[in-house]
């Protein structure tokens, strides 16, 4: 960690709004075309010389970059995605956000931006969403989310790839679509022969921003071919690594007759190490133990054609924050279609439904769990 001013939440200062906005309807977030944000967020500021500067809640809005910032021009930048739920029971719960605050300074390890104490970056969390819960999230919307986006970048202002000597982290919250059931099942389209996602010594396994942006090339083509997201493979083999931006399943019977549960290892760091994945592969070892096994391991296209060919293809899905846990119902590859079992129109089936279900009712507090945190809510400031 920096020798110097660590990041303290204890130190955060709030300074409230004066111009409060309406919460946004249904309507108005159906139709809008920019993410609409709450009143407020957290910003705090870090240089080589002094560590960082006290956190401060202010009022959301937006930043003075120079020109010469080096996250315009050298991609210094990485971001986490979670959401809080507001539970049928009327408390706000945040899902696993530990993992997010490890992966974040991960993230930021690998691109030379500021260390951090991830407990502290938490603690910041909760505080923005105590003050902006009860108002953006009441109580009448229980099943809905907002979604939380932690950033850091890089600012100093001179040009040439180096470490940044000044930063910044801010933590905004706003609206997402709900994108878990698209009718008929998820459809993805396998990458071109001449583009990938990540490689092998990359940096996949960071939420870096660079991840993505060269991604929507192809996304944008599976988007007019009728497709939801790119399947993307590596490799002269074709090994399966992603869905889009989240982690990929499939159900399957071996060949020996034994059902498996099958994801991409992390080991060679192609993928992202997914909270939601993380979660998915400890509620079935837990659960399902007998039922089948889990494995993390290396699996090809082929080897998803051959286990269709001979009705061993069972289910498949992605799994991750924005698409939460989504059944996955034909995969498109070079031509020829691979249908996978669904539920009804598109529903998951037996496996990817327990799941789904077990995840879904810790975060909105069906059930209590130790994953699932509730957040305590400044009802003071709701109007």
């Not at 192809?218 to 090994?239: M, S």
Request: glycine share 8%; proline share 6%.
């Amino acid at each position: 960690m920096d020798s110097l001013h660590p990041l303290d939440a204890s130190q955060l200062t709030y300074t409230y709004t004066t111009a409060p906005r309406e919460v946004p309807d249904a309507k108005t977030l159906a139709s809008s075309h920019k993410t609409i944000c709450t009143d407020h967020m957290i910003v705090a500021s870090w240089n080589v010389e002094s560590g960082w500067t006290a956190p401060e809640l202010k009022p959301y809005g937006p930043f003075s970059l120079l020109p010469s910032a080096s996250c315009l021009h050298y991609a210094y930048e990485c971001f986490e995605g979670l959401k809080a739920y507001r539970g049928h029971d009327g408390k706000l719960r945040m899902f696993r956000t530990d993992r997010n605050a490890r992966r974040l300074l991960m993230s930021a390890q690998r691109i030379s931006l500021p260390q951090f104490d991830p407990d502290e970056l938490e603690k910041l969390i909760y505080a923005l969403l105590s003050v902006e819960g009860s108002k953006w999230l009441p109580k009448s919307r229980a099943g809905a989310f907002l979604y939380v986006r932690p950033t850091i970048i890089g600012t100093d202002s001179q040009l040439g790839v180096a470490r940044p000597t000044e930063a910044l982290l801010y933590i905004i919250v706003g609206y997402m679509v709900r994108m878990d059931m698209p009718a008929g099942g998820k459809r993805l389209l396998t990458n071109p022969d001449d583009m990938v996602r990540s490689w092998v010594g990359g940096f996949g396994y960071a939420k870096v921003g660079a991840n993505y942006g060269p991604s929507v090339l192809a996304t944008q083509e599976a988007y007019r071919q009728g497709y939801h997201q790119i399947l993307w493979l590596y490799g002269p083999e074709g090994d399966c690594t992603e869905a889009g931006g989240s982690n990929f399943f499939v159900i399957w019977k071996r060949k020996d007759g034994k059902k498996e549960l099958v994801t991409a290892p992390l080991d060679d760091q192609l993928i992202l190490n997914g909270v939601t994945r993380r979660s998915c592969l400890e509620l079935a070892r837990e659960r399902l133990k007998g039922e089948l096994e889990v494995s993390e391991q290396k699996f090809t296209i082929g080897e998803i054609q051959e286990a269709a060919a001979e009705n061993r293809l069972l289910e498949s899905f992605a799994a991750g924050t924005a698409w939460f846990i989504t059944p996955i119902a034909l995969i498109h590859h070079r031509g020829r279609d691979i249908h996978i079992p669904t539920g009804p129109d598109g529903t998951p089936a037996e496996i990817t439904g327990k799941i789904k279900g077990w995840l879904g009712d810790m975060m909105y507090g069906r059930v209590e769990h130790e994953w699932a945190r509730v957040v305590p809510e400044r009802e003071e400031l709701k109007e």
